[in-house]
């Protein structure tokens, strides 16, 4: 077993050896190392080939039609694109836009962006289980809606909106849907086909592909536009410039390819992981599990444990990688806005940890963390004024503090 | 981030962990933070009949740094008088357990705890 165990797979996951594989054969002499964009020879013809089947498997993935997906260097880039692209293209018929509260940062700063220039953005909070309801987005629609941007599943909780529920409601309006499929691809299934989504955002590095590479889907029945944000040579049927990245396409199309291929399979087994270490760790008490239990990626689990401090449980856990809700250790002490957004107290975000499980994680590695976790939370339960207030049945919230 | 060698000794085997009796009239007790700013500190002294600190006990919820800079206030206070306590400056702390600037504010909250335990002590015994 290798210290530590990777217990950080929605922050990234290692590359497949069998991608690597593939993109190793892009990038030597003898390989395919040519432009893809060179039309007068057969380095660029095979070069073209490469990315065009790279291109059909990721359609795969998703059910659609590879004249639908444009390259981009990752899900950062795509949200950018889908939001400012549409929203400049669409501007003529209003300026208003839905998003939620717990979009990654990607989908959350691109919108403070167009707020800056002119436009309004509704920021729907989700429900104390972390998920946005198709209510809560029908009810908020205006007149002057262009576009909706709502995450398929969350990064920090793991929890799976209904965006086919979402998307019905979208289409009968005639607003642009956006999905931000970072975190849900090759785990739960995407269907283009029957889920009316218009424009979707991917990223290789979630799916065990390579880092800096990703994808947006762009529909072409209905016809999505958008303005595009990278000029150039007019690569990606113009809306994004820039010389294809050969090895890393292939090596997202392999990864797409595995992912389709194993996702049932792996969904079992990851689900059977993640319950084994729910289930090792429940018993301690006040702890909790934070965002919908059903609704929710296979491999993800956020923790709350009450009255110890995420950081320093992380630091007695160094055998294990792991991603704290606090953000103690940043410059602002803020805690994390997603936990905030789902109404728990600073206190309790503070305490919260971030456990995703993937492809090499084994039964072993959960029995090891189970081990660890639960001799981590006693002793530093021991430490804490706050699990001595507790026992003796003072209610935290009746005291009055001295913050600094 | 990295610990030093120092904050992870503390860290990993904290001294003077515990809780003492705050209605005794020669036990002072400092609570200092809050649980939503993510640290609280308890520190307790109890002192001889000469005003000098003859026991120490903490318990603290934060960070791997705040522990230490509690656990180690604790080490030094002990045998010392009330002013001599009261002297403790956080800048020592943090050049002891060799803190980085974003963990200053965990030694801040060490000096600030031992000033509020001795105010505590001396509040109880009317001087
Ligand atoms: C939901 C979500 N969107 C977007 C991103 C950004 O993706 P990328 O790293 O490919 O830019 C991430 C990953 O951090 C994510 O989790
Ligand atoms: S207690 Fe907040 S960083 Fe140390």
Redesign the interface.
């Known amino acids: 077993m290798n210290k530590p165990i990777y217990f950080d797979y929605l922050a990234t996951t290692p590359t497949d050896p069998r991608v690597v594989e593939k993109m190793t054969t892009c990038l030597s002499m003898e390989g395919n190392f040519g432009n893809p964009a060179s039309r007068s020879h057969v380095f660029g013809w095979k070069a073209e080939e490469a990315v065009e089947n790279a291109r059909r498997q990721v359609a795969n993935l998703i059910n659609a039609d590879s004249r639908e997906i444009v390259w981009t260097s990752g899900a950062t880039e795509s949200d950018n694109l889908a939001i400012k692209g549409a929203a400049y293209f669409y501007k003529g018929k209003g300026r208003h836009i839905l998003t939620s509260s717990i979009e990654h940062k990607a989908v959350l700063d691109s919108c403070r962006q167009l707020e800056r220039e002119g436009y309004e953005v509704t920021y729907l909070e989700p429900t104390s289980e972390g998920l946005i309801t198709c209510e809560s987005v029908a009810n908020s629609l205006r007149d002057d809606t262009i576009l909706v941007s709502i995450m398929h599943a969350n990064n920090e909780i793991g929890t799976v909106n209904d965006i086919a529920g979402i998307g019905e409601i979208t289409r009968a309006a005639g607003v642009i849907f956006h999905v931000d499929a970072a975190q849900s691809a090759a785990k739960v299934p995407i269907d283009m086909d029957k889920m009316k989504v218009d424009l979707l955002s991917l990223s290789a590095h979630k799916m065990y592909g390579p880092k800096g590479i990703g994808a947006l889907y762009v529909r072409r029945k209905p016809r999505v536009r958008l303005e595009a944000q990278m000029h150039g040579g007019g690569h990606e049927r113009g809306m994004r410039s820039g010389t294809l990245a050969t090895h890393q396409i292939v090596g997202m199309g392999e990864a797409a390819a595995i992912g389709m291929e194993e996702m049932e399979s792996e969904r079992d087994r990851v689900m059977a992981l993640r319950e084994r270490l729910w289930l090792g760790v429940k018993d301690l008490e006040a702890v909790q599990i934070n965002g919908d239990l059903h609704q929710r990626l296979p491999g993800a689990l956020n923790i709350s444990f009450s009255?110890?401090?995420?950081?320093?449980l992380i630091?007695?856990l160094k055998d294990l990688a792991i991603s704290s809700g606090?953000a103690?250790?940043?410059?602002s002490?803020e805690?994390s806005y997603v936990l905030r957004a789902l109404g728990l107290?600073?206190?309790l975000a503070?305490s919260s940890l971030r456990f995703s499980i993937g492809r090499f994680t084994t039964k072993e590695d959960v029995d090891l963390a189970v081990e660890q976790l639960v001799h981590s939370v006693e002793k530093l339960r021991?430490?804490?004024?706050?699990?001595?207030m507790y026992k003796d049945g003072i209610d935290?919230d009746s005291v009055q503090?001295?913050?600094? | 981030m990295a610990y030093s060698d120092k904050v992870l000794d503390h860290y990993e085997n904290p001294r003077n962990v515990g809780k003492m009796d705050v209605d005794k009239k020669n036990v002072g007790t400092g609570m200092v933070g809050a649980p939503a700013c993510g640290d609280v500190m308890r520190l307790q002294i109890q002192v001889d009949d000469d005003g000098v600190i003859e026991d120490a006990k903490f318990k603290t919820y934060g960070c791997g740094s705040a522990i230490a800079s509690s656990s180690l206030l604790t080490e030094w206070v002990k045998g010392k008088r009330l002013d001599e306590a009261e002297e403790i400056k956080n800048s020592q702390i943090a050049e002891e357990l060799s803190l980085p600037p974003v963990k200053i504010h965990c030694s801040v909250l060490a000096e600030d705890a031992i000033k509020a335990a001795v105010a505590d002590l001396r509040q109880k015994q009317g001087d």
């Open positions: 009255f110890v401090e995420g950081e320093s630091m007695s606090s103690c250790t940043s410059a002490l805690p107290s600073d206190e503070h021991d430490l804490s004024p706050l699990w001595d935290l503090w001295a913050a600094h």
